[in-house]
């Protein structure tokens, strides 16, 4: 074990973001050149390093959704039963996408009412009608407006549907949409059954959004944070988001570790793994678990986090990400690592990229944003 006091005499410096800057170099490029796109995960890059932290003051759909649009990446809250934070990732999905697949629908038995109660909770303006899995009609804010809330859907609906079959590509949804001046286009196979729907808000949105951080199928990227020993909310999430993140305050534990190799036979999303603040932290995980995608590197140092007051444990950011790197260089793994907690600002996510991160995740910074959950309140 060693004595304490020869443990402190060679103690090395943990640094943090206020004790270093970066001597300027000769600049070779223009600040409008720089690339400052990145990989978050193996699998998925972003067109900006940034993720909003998986904290409830922090990153709902709404925040998810703004964070995809601008090319980062949000990760959404646990804090909440599987139902809501799996609700939250299908309305990122749903957001913006050439084909949604995950189509809101009513049954033309149901009353306009219902009908209304439906586009009002999904904050939307139409529903496709289905019978079985066949589309029998489409429904709109139009074809509500006055109708009596007792009517049947079938009563109101518009039968004669505009339809698209599956291998449509954007330029011809957009020609159809123009022509029949419609804003939905359902998406049918050749028995009539509903696959998809490709509205005009979405098209207009991927036009809005050049530089939104999108999955193979054009919908936004989509985070979730997980429990490792949460397999079950896992893979209720993982058929929904392209990425899960495990949500632990110290990750190099024996149980955790174990929990995690389980967990990862059992998804296909990308796993992020933390937090890890050291060089043996960094090892033990690379060498233990078969398929990380990503790490979540920096232990205590969040804006509103006491962990490193109260316990005296923690590894400060810009430490972590220093010597979760060298780990990587040295076993040659490549793996993206993320910096989480204390970022101030602009000049502190530099400082962790120039440290080795990838990427940088924050709360504190995204708190402050409309889109973040919580009560606006005028003072004065």
């Known amino acids: 074990m060693g004595k304490f006091s020869e443990k402190l005499s060679r103690a090395g410096v943990a640094i943090t973001f206020r004790d270093v800057i970066l001597l300027p170099g000769l600049a070779e490029v223009e600040p409008s050149e720089v690339d400052i796109s990145t990989r978050v995960s193996k699998n998925y890059r972003l067109n900006i390093p940034f993720v909003s932290s998986p904290m409830d003051t922090v990153t709902e759909s709404e925040m998810a959704i703004a964070m995809a649009r601008e090319g980062g990446l949000g990760v959404l809250h646990r804090n909440c039963s599987v139902e809501e934070q799996v609700e939250m990732a299908k309305r990122v999905k749903r957001a913006e996408a050439l084909i949604i697949r995950d189509v809101v629908t009513v049954s033309p038995d149901q009353t306009v009412a219902e009908a209304v109660e439906i586009m009002k909770s999904h904050q939307i303006s139409g529903l496709p009608v289905v019978e079985g899995k066949k589309l029998v009609g489409i429904i ?15 009563e109101v609906m518009t039968k004669n549907v505009i339809t698209a079959s599956e291998d449509i590509d954007i330029e011809r949804a957009k020609e159809i949409l123009h022509r029949y001046r419609i804003e939905k286009l359902p998406i049918v196979s050749e028995t009539g059954e509903l696959k998809g729907l490709i509205t005009f808000k979405d098209i207009s949105l991927r036009g809005k959004y050049p530089n939104a951080a999108r999955d193979e199928e054009g919908q936004l990227l989509c985070a979730a944070a997980i429990s490792p020993f949460d397999i079950e909310r896992a893979k209720k999430l993982d058929k929904y988001v392209d990425i899960l993140v495990t949500d632990v305050a110290h990750f190099h ?3 955790v ?3 995690t190799k389980r967990l990862i036979s059992e998804i ?5 793994v933390g937090n890890i603040g050291t060089y043996e932290a960094a090892v033990d995980v690379i060498t233990s678990i078969e398929g990380v ?16 007051e109260v316990t005296k444990a923690g590894a400060p950011t810009l430490f972590a990400v220093s010597q979760v790197a060298d780990a990587l260089a040295d076993y040659g793994c490549d793996i993206p690592i993320i910096a989480d907690g ?6 502190d996510a530099a400082l962790a990229l120039a440290a080795g991160a990838s990427a940088v995740m924050a709360g504190n910074l995204f708190a402050r944003c409309k889109e973040a959950p919580g009560t606006l309140m005028a003072i004065g």
């Open 140 to 154: 709109t804010g139009r074809d509500v407006r006055f109708a009596d809330g007792n009517l049947k859907v079938r």
């Open 253 to 255: 534990n024996v149980r």
């Open 257 to 259: 570790i174990q929990a």
């Open 268 to 272: 296909n999303a990308d796993l992020i």
């Open 293 to 308: 995608a990503g790490l979540r590197v920096g232990v205590g140092s969040g804006s509103i986090c006491v962990t490193s």
């Open 342 to 347: 204390g970022m101030r600002g602009p000049g």
